[in-house]
């Protein structure tokens, strides 16, 4: 299967992503994760009026393989959480960058967030060695 980068989010090296659409953030984990990850079984996320701290977890995802915590690309307070990827968490791979998102996320400082995240074709290089296409 090839795996998708899409060139309008950022990257952490431990594989989530954040989309940016003013000061909401939309939190995923790439495809490229949840292919390791194999079979997803159980995800817990925070409660909408949480706030999430950059580079700290925010919750967890259970795979039949292995549980793996997940890391805030950016500092904010939840405005949304995907109740149905909770509900059903193995339709995460269906479609990771759309209907597979995790959290929503109002920013505290839109300004700088983003600067320690990965481009697209960063985090490609990164997970694929540096294979060219």
């Given at each position: 299967?090839?795996?998708?980068y899409?060139?309008?989010?950022?990257?952490?090296?431990?594989?989530?992503?954040?989309?940016?659409?003013?000061?909401?953030?939309?939190?995923?984990?790439?495809?490229?994760?949840?292919?390791?990850?194999?079979?997803?079984?159980?995800?817990?996320?925070?409660?909408?009026g949480?706030?999430?701290?950059?580079?700290e977890?925010?919750?967890?995802?259970?795979?039949?393989?292995?549980?793996?915590?997940?890391?805030?690309?950016?500092?904010?307070?939840?405005?949304?959480?995907?109740?149905?990827?909770?509900?059903?968490?193995?339709?995460?791979?269906?479609?990771?960058?759309?209907?597979?998102?995790?959290?929503?996320v109002?920013?505290?400082?839109?300004?700088?967030?983003?600067?320690?995240?990965?481009?697209?074709?960063?985090?490609?290089?990164?997970?694929?060695?540096?294979?060219?296409?």
């Amino acid at each position: 299967m090839a795996l998708e980068y899409p060139e309008d989010l950022r990257y952490l090296d431990s594989h989530e992503y954040v989309r940016l659409d003013g000061e909401i953030a939309t939190i995923g984990i790439s495809a490229f994760a949840l292919d390791e990850l194999g079979d997803i079984v159980f995800l817990e996320l925070p409660d909408v009026g949480d706030t999430v701290e950059k580079g700290e977890t925010f919750g967890s995802i259970e795979s039949v393989k292995a549980v793996e915590d997940l890391y805030a690309p950016i500092s904010g307070t939840v405005t949304d959480r995907n109740e149905e990827a909770i509900e059903s968490p193995e339709r995460l791979s269906e479609d990771p960058y759309g209907e597979g998102w995790l959290l929503k996320v109002r920013l505290d400082n839109p300004d700088d967030e983003l600067d320690e995240t990965l481009t697209a074709e960063e985090y490609r290089a990164q997970v694929e060695g540096d294979e060219e296409d």
